[in-house]
């Protein structure tokens, strides 16, 4: 424990970022670092508990404790060395992922928890500036050849633990770069694409194969995969967007949030758009979802300077106190504020959309909703809705959003030529025991396995995957599990 009483002494603080004014006027990321002494006085904050729940929150089972303490102490050889041994991409879980670590921090009983999220990306990019993150890959090759489809975080967790153990590995990815949601997703001004490069560069001198605008199933079959390959694994995510299919949906101007963002990180990265336009600027903006992806079009519209942006909830607005349904340590249904909010934004909460309506063009001018009530039970947990009588209204708006999540993967074709089974959401069936699906030598990870979740999730499945998928290939293996902390428990 790098400081016994530091959790008494110093609190919570953020680091420095930009203001919302002079933000939305660049996609480039606007939070900066901690000075040298507050970084020292916010990794002191840890209590290094006897029980770190902290370990149980974080999905890769980080050994956070430890890396404070080594932050502390300015060690910063040691402090990467504890990070990295469980995680390989801190610089994305730094910047994009919603911290269910802190959620589980034993200090935030009572307290604000440690800033886990934010020590985990200046470990990380301290490491790099020190130049202590090289290429890893032994010298001497298993002879055994591995094909992983799709290069979101999952797929790149699996190359870069099989790529370690020796095996011959080759991403193939349908996009012309790397990075799945990642990339053409997450909004530059959350994570700039260099971040993305920058590990790209270190998976291929580790001896990663990366091939770009090949899409399995089309440009290559699933048998030829199989022939060619020792083992597979379909790591494409879960990008099939969930509809809203109310009257009016064949209106000009109602788009899903996908197609939204791809476009703007498109334009960014100076790559062309092949399809229609979409853009905020000065129209009335409604976006429908409340979760990450709607406050990504927030900020998008916000820098796109629409005229105005909304948020609908169908939810009521949670409170500020975790409920009795995600007592701690669970991540808890609270309400948050994210930077896109801060830019500007009108929320809606316990909205129903009932209908699109357009105008003699055939463009949506407006939403028709009500207001709802919620009952919920004696947890707090939601069971049913009504609609409040005589709360119809017309919402106007010239671009609706609709971002309302994932229903599984996209490609159905793909997962037919492969023959695997499929769970009754839809998602590729593979126990999590071994990962291993329905067809000999295929195998599954990220959320085309377990469903839309976070990007923390992803590089959890990703690794676990890899693991198995050593033992499959090899007898046995070397690959470390998150039930195992090695040299650092």
Known sequence: MGNITGFKEYPRTAPPKA????????YQEFIGLYPEKELHNQAARCMNCGVPFCHSGCPLGNIIPEF???????DWREAYDILSATNNFPE?????????????????????PVAIEEIEKHIIEIAF????????APVLKTGKTVAVVGSGPAGMAVAAQLAEAGHTVTV??????AGGLMRYGVPDFKLEKWVIERRIKLLEDAGVTFRYNVEIGRDISADELRRTFDAVVLAGGASAPRELPLPGRDLKGIHYAMEYLTQQNRRVSDTPVDTEHILADGLDVVVIGSGDTGSDCVGTANRQQAKSVAQF???HQPGEERPAHTPWPLYPTVFRTSSSHEEGCQRYWGVNTKAYLGDENGDVRALLVSDVTWETDDMGRRIRFEEVPGSDREIPCQLVLLALGFTGPANASLLGQF??????????????????????GVFAAGDMRRGQSLIVWAISEGREAARQIDMFLMGKTNLPSKNAVGMFG
């Open 19 to 26: 203001a919302p004014t002079e933000r939305v006027s660049h």
């Open 313 to 315: 909830a169908m939810m």
């Open 68 to 74: 404070n303490e080594a932050v502390y102490r300015q």
């Open 172 to 177: 193939f990815e349908r996009d012309p770069h």
């Open 92 to 112: 994305f879980t730094g910047r994009i992922c919603p911290a269910p670590c802190e959620s589980a921090c034993v200090l935030s009983i009572h307290s604000a």
């Open 419 to 440: 023959g695997v089974s499929l769970d009754p959401r839809g998602n590729v069936h593979a126990p999590e025991t071994t990962y291993h699906t329905s067809v000999p």
């Open 129 to 136: 500036e020190k130049g202590y993150v090289q290429p890893t």
